[in-house]
């Protein structure tokens, strides 16, 4: 008998499971929303707004099999879930895949497409405008969508802010300095040590009137547009209703051995979600992803999950960090590395051709 596989959120990791599943089991996949976006390729669209055509994709081509039921989960039962029109699909396993949120427009803030697009194109517009431009947060998105600015338009006047007195201070000391270093041949001003006096919103980039942004240091600064880029947050809205889960600190749900939340045996969860150990990028839940649907297929061949090899992250905090196509520098397994790798892995293509197959879909 085939199993029943229900996954609830289309993201990276949601979709990735479902069509790699799709051939062993009997899949539906729950997603609310009408198009998937490739989010990583979101930061160098601000610059390259023609971007936007190769990156949200229909959900069309991702199975041959199996089928996507486009709606929101309100409730898990068992292995059951619980639809918000009060249908119920049910499975003999379920995967919670929902993801992480985060300010537009790098993430969709609704289940519209149309929506999502007409919000990058205004802030692409906005920053075609913009002649000096500040990003608050030197994280990941805030280091690359400097990067991509500086590179696509130099003559961007672009200050990145961090209240951390180092960039990437999670990470060997060697990454933060090269991105230091390559942020400043492309132009970038780094304050490092520094937040916003009065930040007007974070949820979304905003054009300030009076062109002036003080920091704390009491001086102000020349600032035609902000962008905020102050970190994901976990979905977990969800899962807090399933009885036996709990959260850990950061708003991840902690996981057994085998990425279940719980001593129901057929409820996973997956992805930025999970509190596994690993970083909430796409190097972190690639890992998940090949374990998990590994695990499961041999679950359904008859092996029982706890006599598999448990899952373990990665050893090191791995990241990839490119500044535009051709800088960068990335933290892997064996070392840091500058920017011949990085572009090679990620900066030249952002891995857009990748999911172009994936998903089955011509732009």
Known sequence: MTSRITIVGGGYAGAMLARSLDDV?????????????????MIRAMATPQLLDQIVMPYDGLLKNGKIVRSRVTAI???NVILEDGGEVAGDLVIVATGSSYAAPFKMQSDESSAFISKAKQV??????????????????????????????????ITLISSGDKLFANYPPKLGRAMLRQLGELGV???????ITKLKRSDEPYVLAKGKLKLSDGFPIDVD?????????????????????????????????????TTNPGLFVVGDIASTGDTM????????VGWLQKALKAHIGGKAMETQKAYKPWSK???????GPDKGASALPFGVTGPFLTSMIKGKKLFIPRYHKEFNWTP
């Open 124 to 157: 692409a517009r906005a920053v075609d405008k913009s002649k000096n431009i500040a990003i608050v947060g030197a994280g990941a998105v805030g280091c690359e969508l400097a990067g991509e600015i500086a590179f696509a338009r130099p003559e961007k006047q």
């Open 225 to 261: 547009m902000v962008i905020p880029v102050v970190g994901a947050k976990p979905n977990t809205e969800l899962m807090q209703s399933v009885e036996g889960v709990a959260i850990d600190g950061h708003g991840r749900i902690i996981v057994d051995n085998w990425l279940r939340p």
């Open 317 to 323: 905090s791995l990241i990839l960090l490119p500044l």
């Open 25 to 41: 089991a009997q899949i539906t996949l729950v997603e609310p929303r009408d198009k998937w976006v490739h989010n990583v390729a």
């Open 281 to 288: 990028t796409i190097v972190g839940l690639t890992r998940q």
């Open 77 to 79: 039962d068992g292995t």
């Open 189 to 195: 001003k780094v304050r490092l040590g520094e937040h």
